[in-house]
């Protein structure tokens, strides 16, 4: 037996263990803390630009600001805007060649060579400044000016200077020069309430952008700087001043010639009164801002740049504002009060319902409420052919009579009224052509008893009374407030065979993508027979003639009806005449008496029959 030797056991490996260095370690956590540092300053970065609100403004398609509502008579005439910031966009291609370029001459003389910031322009403003002890001059580029105005506060801190060039940076680099250009002369603020080119031309001028000579474009390049302190309507020699700083530095730039200059600075200037178009179209603007807020809410009326067609005759307006304020301050001086009375206009074509005129008071800047539209006043006998037409539309005959005699009415609950004429007097068997043409209280009092409430208060909502009348037989002497607009739209009736056209104001209305919708109108609806309404003129025809309207005579083929309420404190006259329908209201706001002998035939007649005679006139 053999034996084998014991195997021999291999020795053991030792193991290492490897050391990283000793450096490494620090370094990673460094780097770690230093990329969450520059992820955490992107991200505070990036919550502080989008806390700007920064428009997205990448073409001057997205460039979407605040812009008026344009609004224009039945002529196509520019008469008045609808804002919260009066502003108009035009393209570059609209503006005259010169405008621009005189804005960069007064603003920005290197603006097509320097980017978003002019280095050189803030370096020697900083001297200048420090030289004065003020600042005196200030860099900003006209892209910094942009940025300021769509994007920042107007707080001078450091903070928002550093803003104004990051974003003015941003500006630069998305957009081309000349579409930053059109934004700034859209959106830059010319004084008076114009914001743009556009905006300014018509406020100072009366006229588009477009049309504007270089002595007026180098009065709008000046206004930048200070628009209240150079504004040419009240500020006209610093405005002159500023001008021809204007025209000298493009004729140094080589813009202009040195002559070209000079001619433009002696040019005379025609400058638009301040104001002016409001004081006359105030009251008539507002109706149709009214409507157009119904249909577009506010905010496309104030976004969306509309242009709206109106019915509007603007040379009747201007007569028709003229008309009332003569009238009003005949009023005052006949009683030497101190307070001019209010009063409402309305003119309406009866064959279309279309407003020519509307004025809703003595002066809009200095009460904007319309008395046309909105104020309900008593109509007093200017509601009684209404009574009328009812019993004829029965078959009642303008000859019938009634007695004109004393008349006590038991009230429901107990008292008795017992009504009056105006004249105190009472005249026996009466006809009701004679009851109409004279205004006598009694005989349409007993005429609404014999024919009953019901239907005449149908009748006037049919021909345009929206108000809640009181179905009462004090309604026979207009006791039942009504507005002016619509009593004046129940003539139309009479002056149209019996037709009824709803007052209206807007024809149409063009979007800002171009396209034109017509505004919605109601077609025309028979409200009471062509036989009945023939009487009823015939029947005004003699109130003017003979009647209380003896003092609207002159205007050949008119018809019309007074109306005075108690104590004198409302007086009327709707009249018509070669399809015009007018009514006009005088009273206090208040409550107040008018003055003694202030009636529908002394007071607003008169005012009827000037308007109607310039009216012949236009």
Not at 311 to 325: N, W
Not at 456 to 465: K, P, S, T
Not at 521 to 541: Q, Y
Request: hydrophobic content about 40%; some cysteine.
């Amino acid at each position: 037996m053999s034996t084998k030797a014991p195997a021999k056991k291999k020795p053991a490996r030792k193991q290492t263990v490897r050391k990283k260095p000793l450096g490494q370690a620090p370094i990673i956590i460094f780097s770690i803390c230093i990329s969450g540092l520059v992820t955490l300053c992107i991200g505070v970065f990036l919550a502080w630009f989008l806390s700007l609100d920064v428009p997205d403004i990448r073409s001057t398609d997205d460039y979407k600001p605040l812009v008026a509502t344009t609004v224009v008579d039945r002529y196509g005439t520019v008469i008045d805007a609808i804002y919260k910031q009066y502003r108009i966009v035009i393209p570059e291609r609209k503006m005259p060649k010169l405008l621009p370029l005189a804005f960069v001459a007064a603003e920005d003389s290197r603006y097509f060579e320097h980017g978003a910031l002019d280095l050189w322009s803030i370096l020697r403003a900083a001297i200048n400044n420090l030289r004065s002890g003020r600042r005196s001059q200030g860099g900003s580029t006209i892209t910094q000016q942009v940025t300021r105005a769509l994007m920042l506060s107007r707080e001078k801190t450091f903070s928002r200077k550093l803003t104004e060039a990051i974003l003015a940076y941003r500006l630069d680099h998305l957009l081309g020069k000349r579409e930053i250009l059109t934004i700034y002369l859209n959106e830059i603020y010319l004084g008076e309430g114009a914001y743009g080119v556009e905006a300014a031309a018509r406020t100072y001028f009366s006229k588009g952008a477009q049309e504007l000579n270089l002595a007026e474009i180098a009065m709008l390049a000046g206004l930048p700087q200070s628009p209240s302190r150079y504004s040419p309507i009240r500020h006209f020699r610093a405005a002159k001043a500023r001008q021809r700083y204007v025209l000298n530095r493009m004729a140094e730039d080589g813009i202009i010639s040195a002559a070209a200059a000079r001619a433009a600075y002696r040019r005379k200037l025609d400058l638009n009164p301040a104001g002016k178009q409001k004081e006359t179209n105030g009251y008539f603007t507002d109706f149709v801002r009214d409507q157009l807020e119904k249909q577009y809410g506010k905010k496309g009326l104030y976004r969306q740049g509309l242009t709206v067609w109106t019915t509007l005759d603007s040379r009747l307006q201007k007569v028709a504002v003229a008309s009332l304020g003569q009238g009003l301050k005949r009023v005052r001086k006949r009683h030497h009060d101190k307070k001019l009375p209010q009063g409402a206009l309305v003119a309406i074509d009866a064959a279309s319902g279309s407003i020519r005129a509307l004025v809703g008071g003595a002066d809009y800047r200095k009460s904007p409420y319309n008395r046309a539209v909105t104020s309900r006043r008593q109509p007093g006998s200017v509601f009684k052919p209404l009574i009328y037409a009812a019993a004829f539309e029965q078959g009642l005959s303008p000859q019938m009579q009634l007695m004109d005699a004393p008349v006590a009415i038991r009230n429901p609950d107990g008292s008795v009224w017992r009504p009056q004429n105006y004249s105190h007097k009472y005249y026996g068997p009466t006809t009701l052509r004679q009851a109409l043409i004279h205004s006598r209280n009694i005989v349409t009092i007993k005429l609404l008893q014999k024919i009953g409430v019901r239907p005449v208060i149908q009748l006037a909502h049919r021909a345009g009374i929206s108000e809640q009348l009181k179905p009462e037989l004090p309604l026979a002497l207009g006791a039942s407030p009504v507005t002016l607009l619509e009593m004046t739209g129940v003539y139309t009736v009479f002056a149209g065979h019996g037709l009824y056209h709803r007052p209206r104001a807007i024809t149409r209305v063009r979007d800002r993508h171009g396209k034109i919708r017509p505004w919605p109108r109601p077609a025309a609806k028979r409200v009471i027979s062509p036989g009945t309404a023939a009487t009823i003129t015939d029947i005004l025809t003699e109130v003017i003639r003979q009647g209380t309207g003896r003092q609207a005579r002159g205007i050949p083929g008119a018809a019309g009806k007074t109306g005075t309420t108690d104590n004198n404190m409302d007086a009327w006259f709707i009249g018509y005449a070669n399809k015009l329908t007018t009514g006009v209201w005088v009273g206090h706001d208040r409550g107040r008496s008018l003055g003694r002998g202030e009636t529908g035939g002394r007071t607003a007649a008169p005012i009827w029959k000037t308007f109607m005679e310039q009216a012949e006139k236009q």
